[in-house]
Structures are given as C-alpha cells and as structure tokens.
C-alpha cells in the first residue's frame, strides 16, 4: 500500500491519530524508505510547533528528520517544487488551505504524507485533518496506549482546565484515554461541577 513506486503518480496518504500513538515515528519510516529508494523528499511542519527543536521533525522517541517550519501552507507550494514526497507533520494546527495545498501536490504528481492529530482535547475533528481524510487516497490511523486500562487510545485528554485548543505539551499535560476511560473522566468533572450533586 505503502511502497515506493517510481511511477510518477501523486497521491496523499494521512497518518492520524492521538497523542503519542506513533504518528510522527510512521511518518519516518514512510520517509526513510523513499530515500533508500533515492527519492527526493521535502518535510514541512507549522512554525508553531516548537516543542523541541526549530528544524527537525521529532518524535517522541528520539528519531528525527531534519525539517522546514513554514508559517502557512502556501509556503510549502513554492518550497517543494523539486520533491518527489512532500512529508507534513503536525498537520492539525494549519489552516483549511492546507488541503488545497495538498490537492495541488498531489495533482502535479508529488506523493504527500500528512500527519496529525485527527481529534482536539475535547474530541472534535481537528482543523483540516476531517477534510484531508476525505479526499486521501490512504488513511492510517494509529492508536495510543490508554493509561488507565491498556485498551488502544484514540483520545488526548488534557489533565489542565486550560481551555485553549493549542496547548502544546506532552505527559504532563496530556494522556492518552479510550472512548470508555475517556467518558468516565469527562463525566467525572461534568459532576464534580454541578451544582447541588
Ligand atoms: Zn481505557
């Protein structure tokens, strides 16, 4: 599905899923192995991701590939005319006009892998991730661990009341929770704040 065709054939695959589910870790073995097929590979990610470092895409377990933070999409359009892929990660903190930018890569024959976080802290569709999966060729969502039961995780619950939809972070301020695990907490503090219960 994955396979480094030397066709000259566009398409764009989604990696989604939580925090610490491994999206950024399979957006580097994608990258690696087009590399060892000599392929030229571009990587963007939004200036507003800095957590670790100013050029490099890192994952949570230290393997990283060298990257270019852009301050909007349409920077990546004059950036990666001589790829052969276009890697994006962090893809849910750019705006809608992402997909347009992706739709026009992968039209000129460019294969563009996006990564991103497809739902926020409160479980709602993330900025253009919804948008990007519909009109993807190949979605591959990965899950993380949940931290109170060891079922597969699809939820970043965030442990502050902050309720700001970018707070950048790791275990901190984030766990990675089940659908059931996710609900018992919400409801919890739905209680914990009703007045008279
Ligand atoms: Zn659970």
């Not at 599905?1 to 399979?26: A, D, H, N, P």
């Not at 590979?41 to 060298?66: A, L, N, T």
């Not at 909007?72 to 809608?96: G, Y």
């Not at 519909?134 to 699809?154: F, L, M, S, Y």
Request: charged share 25%; proline share 5%; net charge negative.
């Amino acid at each position: 599905m994955f396979l480094e065709t030397q066709k000259k054939s566009g398409r764009i695959e989604v990696i989604c899923g939580s925090m610490f589910s491994g999206k950024t870790e399979e957006l580097i073995r994608r990258l690696k192995r087009a590399r060892f097929a000599n392929q030229r590979v571009e990587i963007f990610k939004p200036r507003v991701d800095s957590r670790y470092s100013g050029d490099e895409v890192v994952s949570h377990d230290q393997h990283s590939i060298p990257s270019t933070p852009v301050d909007s999409a349409e920077s990546i359009l004059l950036m990666a005319n001589n790829a052969d892929v276009v890697a994006i990660d962090e893809a849910q903190f750019f705006e809608q006009n992402l997909v347009r930018v992706c739709q026009l890569l992968a039209n000129n024959g460019i294969r563009v892998i996006v990564a991103g976080l497809d739902m926020d802290f409160q479980g709602n569709p993330f900025g253009p991730m919804p948008h990007l999966m519909a009109v993807a060729e190949h979605i591959t969502k990965v899950h993380a661990i949940c931290v109170r039961c060891g079922d597969p995780a699809q939820y970043s619950h965030r442990l502050s009341d902050s309720t700001r939809l970018v707070e950048l972070g790791e275990k901190d301020i984030y766990e990675p929770l089940c659908r059931h695990c996710y609900n018992l907490t919400t409801h919890e503090r739905k209680s914990i704040y009703t007045p008279g219960s």
